[in-house]
């Protein structure tokens, strides 16, 4: 299986921005679908935002105009482009390989934190 390594996290304060990478183990071209997921504490993971490879993307609501998912399968990269950040955007990101039902099928990376405060 893929493994991914996430970066690009760290403290911002609201209404800053952060992209986040996520660079896999293997090639892209053989994933059909990118996920960016989150945890805040005491919250289960959430999926924020999926790519397909031809570039299809959603979102979840609490982030639709401010996230933004890419990926560079060229260098075997997902982005998460994070603009107007809010405190209850504070979690770790993950991301993985996404099957048909939204599901993770890739191994977890550390993850990043990310911490939006004043």
């Known amino acids: 299986q893929v493994q991914f390594v996430e970066s690009g996290g760290g403290l911002v304060q609201p209404g800053g921005s952060l992209r986040l990478s996520c660079v896999a183990s293997g090639s892209l071209n053989s994933i059909y679908k990118m996920g960016w997921y989150r945890q805040a504490p005491g919250k289960q993971r959430e999926l924020v935002a999926t790519i397909t490879r031809g570039g299809n993307t959603n979102y979840v609501d609490s982030v639709k105009g401010r996230f933004t998912i890419s990926r560079d399968n060229a260098k075997n990269t997902v982005y998460l482009q994070m603009n107007t950040l809010k405190p209850e955007d504070t979690a770790v990101y993950y991301c993985?390989?996404?099957?048909?039902?939204?599901?993770?099928?890739?191994?977890w990376g550390q993850g990043t934190q990310v911490t939006v405060s004043s």
């Open positions: 993985n390989a996404v099957d048909g039902l939204g599901t993770a099928y890739g191994y």
